[in-house]
């Protein structure tokens, strides 16, 4: 897998946690976070251009706060 196929990946499963998050499917949450945990470690492996790398950086440091941070209401919804 290419640094733009990695990357697209990274986008795509945030889409889906960000849905599912709505939708309260805590199980798809922690199996797409992990899955994207997965993408982000390639990532780290990957050529990426000087200019991409701030935001690389960024998106990285955003991740992992949000990942410590998951909080889902009694029915599995996120909270606000």
Known sequence: M?????ILNIAVN????CRW???GKS?????FLL????YIEKLEEAPKSLRF???YDRFKSD??????NVRLDPNGRKKC
Do not use: C, D, S
């Not at 991740?63 to 410590?68: G, I, N, P, S, T």
């Open 35 to 38: 899955e994207t945990e997965v």
């Open 2 to 6: 290419n640094t733009q196929e990695i």
């Open 63 to 68: 991740f992992k706060r949000l990942r410590a």
């Open 53 to 55: 790398q701030p935001t």
């Open 14 to 17: 945030l889409g889906r946690l």
């Open 21 to 23: 998050a709505m939708e």
């Open 27 to 31: 199980a798809r949450i922690e199996q």
